[in-house]
């Protein structure tokens, strides 16, 4: 495993970061060779495997020169008394997102049979460069083709709901945030054929239910959200490191509250953003912040995010139709809403928010008119 482990870290840069300045002027820092954090655990019981996962995930990373991941083997019992080996592996957000991590469970499964691996297109120090040559911090007054397609886009956005959905951006924000999950009978070839039927990707269709959704709440006919981006040109797709990005989205046109005129609009709008996707959070940030144009590139009301690969089985997985609701102590500035593959092969919409900015009530009506619209565009398919 070590063996392995060394290969893959090997051929990704992102995995030799040992430090990363966020300061002005920040720097990220990269070990020459390879460092593998191996360890083995062996455990009696699965609440004893559950408690040492919680453990290595809730562990934060130092400043002390070695890598910012972890790989544990943990060995439990298996079925017919036999034992099984599990690999909990661990990353800082400044090494690995949401792709990373599918890239390192195919990668490293790819390396058992062939100790070689898959090749990599692009290094992640090669993606920093093209990045900083792409959307050049100290944006501000300078004109770039980046800079003029944003500012065209967004230009006239609003990143509120008001009035329909209350959004109280004057209240100060609390230490937690209350998260509702909603299991849906939605599996995921429901989704690819209604998809299919519209001649769309299934992310446009959630893009589509959820801006109409606010348009019903809003009253208003231009929706701005942003979504989560692969922030990954094509030479870079199997590339390691945080690289992820939020752009926003608008989404506008008569007859936005209802879903299905809402494909044609969110598929238009999100056309426009294509080539753009990857344009990092701080550079929108540096572009808009001397207030003029819009805010929203910094300050929308919601974010979203579409994940279609499979999660593995978790403990709190349920049956669809069922819904949990929890508080979590951690502060959250806005919504967050999640649609996410479950191991069954269905979907679970996951709706995070600060109770100080949005009332709950106003929620789960929200998320009603949410699910209303998903049906609408999955009419008549099974």
Same mark, same amino acid.
């Given at each position: $495993?070590?063996?392995?482990?060394?290969?893959?870290?090997?051929? +990704?840069?992102?995995?030799?970061?040992?430090?990363?300045?966020?300061?002005?002027?920040?720097?990220?820092?990269?070990?020459?060779?390879?460092?593998?954090? !191996?360890?083995?655990?062996?455990?009696?019981?699965?609440?004893?495997?559950?408690?040492?996962?919680?453990?290595?995930?809730?562990?934060?990373?130092?400043?002390?020169?070695?890598? !910012?991941?972890?790989?544990? %083997? %943990?060995?439990?019992?298996?079925?017919?008394?036999?034992?099984?080996?599990?690999?909990?592996?661990?990353?800082?957000?400044?090494?690995?997102?949401?792709?990373?991590?599918?890239?390192?469970?195919?990668?490293? =499964?790819?390396?058992?049979?062939?100790?070689?691996?898959?090749? =990599?297109?692009?290094?992640?120090?090669?993606?920093?460069?093209?990045?900083?040559?792409?959307?050049?911090?100290?944006?501000?007054?300078?004109?770039?083709?980046?800079?003029?397609?944003?500012? /065209?886009?967004?230009?006239?956005?609003?990143?509120?709901?008001?009035?329909?959905?209350?959004?109280?951006?004057?209240?100060?924000?609390? *230490?937690?945030?209350?998260?509702?999950?909603? *299991?849906?009978?939605?599996?995921?070839? $429901?989704?690819?054929?209604?998809?299919?039927?519209?001649?769309?990707?299934?992310?446009?269709?959630?893009?589509?239910?959820?801006?109409?959704?606010?348009?019903?709440?809003?009253?208003?006919?231009?929706?701005?959200?942003?979504? $989560?981006?692969?922030?990954?040109?094509?030479?870079?797709?199997?590339?390691?490191?945080?690289?992820?990005? !939020?752009?926003?989205? /608008?989404? *506008?046109?008569?007859?936005?509250?209802?879903?299905?005129?809402?494909?044609?609009?969110?598929?238009?709008?999100?056309?426009?953003?294509?080539?753009?996707?990857?344009?990092?959070?701080?550079?929108?940030?540096?572009?808009?912040?001397?207030?003029?144009?819009?805010?929203?590139?910094? +300050?929308?009301? %919601?974010?979203?995010?579409?994940?279609?690969?499979?999660?593995?089985?978790?403990?709190?997985?349920?049956?669809?139709?069922?819904?949990?609701?929890?508080?979590?102590?951690?502060?959250?500035?806005?919504? !967050?809403?999640?649609?996410? #593959?479950?191991?069954?092969?269905?979907?679970?919409?996951?709706?995070?928010?600060?109770?100080?900015?949005?009332? %709950?009530?106003?929620?789960?009506?929200?998320?009603?008119? #949410?699910?209303?619209?998903?049906?609408?565009?999955?009419?008549?398919?099974?």
């Amino acid at each position: $495993m070590a063996r392995r482990l060394y290969d893959v870290a090997a051929r +990704q840069a992102a995995l030799r970061i040992t430090q990363v300045s966020l300061d002005a002027g920040g720097h990220t820092l990269f070990a020459p060779e390879p460092v593998i954090p !191996l360890r083995h655990e062996v455990v009696d019981s699965d609440e004893e495997f559950h408690a040492l996962v919680r453990d290595c995930a809730g562990r934060r990373f130092g400043q002390d020169g070695g890598p !910012l991941w972890t790989a544990t %083997v %943990v060995e439990r019992p298996g079925p017919a008394g036999g034992r099984r080996r599990t690999l909990c592996g661990v990353f800082d957000h400044h090494v690995a997102d949401g792709r990373s991590l599918d890239l390192f469970r195919a990668e490293l =499964t790819d390396a058992l049979g062939s100790p070689s691996g898959p090749s =990599t297109a692009g290094s992640y120090v090669d993606w920093l460069r093209w990045q900083h040559e792409q959307f050049p911090m100290g944006a501000r007054g300078r004109v770039t083709p980046a800079s003029e397609f944003w500012r /065209r886009y967004l230009d006239g956005s609003a990143p509120e709901w008001a009035p329909g959905f209350r959004f109280r951006t004057d209240e100060p924000l609390g *230490k937690s945030y209350c998260r509702i999950r909603r *299991k849906l009978f939605l599996s995921s070839e $429901m989704l690819r054929r209604s998809a299919a039927r519209s001649r769309v990707t299934p992310f446009i269709l959630y893009l589509a239910a959820v801006a109409s959704a606010i348009s019903r709440h809003a009253e208003a006919e231009d929706v701005t959200v942003r979504t $989560m981006t692969l922030g990954r040109p094509a030479p870079f797709l199997t590339t390691y490191g945080w690289m992820s990005s !939020l752009v926003p989205v /608008r989404v *506008k046109g008569p007859g936005l509250a209802d879903p299905v005129r809402a494909v044609p609009l969110a598929a238009a709008g999100w056309r426009q953003v294509l080539m753009w996707q990857a344009t990092p959070r701080e550079y929108l940030r540096q572009l808009f912040a001397d207030g003029t144009g819009t805010t929203v590139a910094e +300050q929308p009301t %919601v974010d979203l995010n579409f994940n279609p690969f499979p999660h593995a089985p978790r403990p709190t997985d349920s049956a669809p139709g069922t819904e949990s609701c929890e508080t979590v102590a951690k502060e959250l500035p806005r919504m !967050l809403l999640c649609m996410e #593959l479950e191991a069954d092969d269905h979907f679970s919409l996951i709706c995070m928010f600060p109770v100080e900015r949005f009332p %709950v009530a106003d929620v789960r009506a929200f998320l009603d008119d #949410l699910l209303a619209a998903l049906a609408a565009l999955l009419a008549g398919v099974e």
